[in-house]
């Protein structure tokens, strides 16, 4: 019986942190035994913040590795950049002709792109939820992991292929739904900042690959108030966002030490910080590591990058064939 697909991207445009890895990643690397899944690092999406070429191909490569130091195998699922797949590229002009304006220009993501960044409301930033529609199309994806502030994108997405279907009267693509491990939500992972979650624009995260130093640091500046002043009181938000980090770091009994603390009205801020960030150390260490020795291996990592290529176009060209034919391009001589 052949396995659903699932198919998911991650923009190079910093390094992977926490909120990436409880979020996804780890999701990500139970799935690729029961599923056929395709990872890409979307470095063509990357292009709306112009970044210059050395940001962008030092992007991509700390993405690849960080994916492959998480424990993402490439013989099991494949891991590939987008731009080493020119098929995403011609199905994203032809469903872009069947786009329109006032879809496009509706979107959340657009409108608040648009707003943050008024000096950069590129064609790009419009048409995001076309070429992400073409990501994830073009290998017939039946499940996307998707967090909230991509779920109008996702939905665009499903719009397109059923759109494309409806139009040239074929069953080409199957219509993607949203994943969730076991029907639950992905784990939301708190910034350092008092609110929302950790995020690579937001300046609240800690990276896979930071060193010990600038973790205590970070951790050591995390928002917090000046204590509870009632026993068992419940925990304001920036307190809860800081206990939501240790259960997901700590043990158990360390989790259970600080918030009996806090309910007896005793606890200081400043060891539980301390604790956290030792514990934040002591977890991403072996991944740290892991992208360490991966970074140093450009070899592996060529090969890496050639063995995705060569599978995701397999699967793209077949598709785009199809869409080719359905549309009407046939050649005539």
């Avoid at 990276?207 to 509870?228: F, Q, W």
Wanted: hydrophobic content about 35%; proline content about 5%; overall charge neutral.
């Amino acid at each position: 019986m052949e396995k659903p697909t699932v198919v998911s991207g991650i923009r190079p445009t910093g390094y992977l942190h926490l909120g990436n890895y409880f979020g996804a990643v780890q999701n990500f690397i139970r799935m690729q035994d029961d599923f056929n899944c395709y990872f890409f690092i979307a470095d063509i999406h990357s292009l709306t913040t112009h970044p210059t070429p050395e940001n962008l191909q030092s992007g991509v490569r700390q993405v690849l590795a960080e994916y492959l130091a998480c424990g993402i195998d490439p013989e099991k699922a494949t891991i590939f950049i987008q731009s080493d797949v020119p098929e995403v590229s011609e199905l994203y002009t032809l469903l872009n002709m069947n786009a329109y304006l006032g879809e496009l220009e509706r979107t959340t993501s657009f409108k608040d792109k648009a707003r943050q960044n008024p000096d950069n409301v590129n064609a790009g930033l419009l048409t995001y939820p076309v070429l992400m529609a073409a990501d994830i199309i073009i290998h017939k994806a039946h499940f996307v992991p998707v967090g909230k502030d991509q779920e109008q994108n996702l939905e665009m997405g499903r719009k397109f292929a059923k759109r494309f279907n409806r139009m040239y009267k074929a069953d080409i693509f199957p219509i993607p739904r949203p994943f969730t491990f076991d029907g639950k939500d992905m784990i939301k992972v708190p910034g350092l900042d008092g609110s929302g979650k950790m995020g690579k624009s937001e300046g609240n995260a800690i990276n896979l690959y930071e060193d010990p130093k600038s973790i205590r640091k970070k951790v050591m500046r995390a928002v917090t108030d000046t204590g509870p002043t009632e026993m068992n009181q419940e925990k304001p938000e920036v307190i809860q966002n800081l206990f939501t980090l240790l259960d997901i770091v700590s043990t158990p009994d360390t989790v259970a030490h600080f918030d009996e603390l806090y309910n007896k009205c005793e606890i200081r801020y400043g060891d539980l910080k301390k604790q956290l960030a030792e514990d934040i150390i002591k977890y991403t260490a072996p991944i740290r590591e892991r992208i360490i020795d991966i970074l140093e291996d450009d070899a592996y990592l060529a090969k890496v990058a050639k063995m995705g290529a060569e599978k995701a176009r397999e699967s793209a060209q077949k598709t785009l064939h199809e869409v080719k034919s359905v549309i009407g391009f046939k050649k005539l001589f």
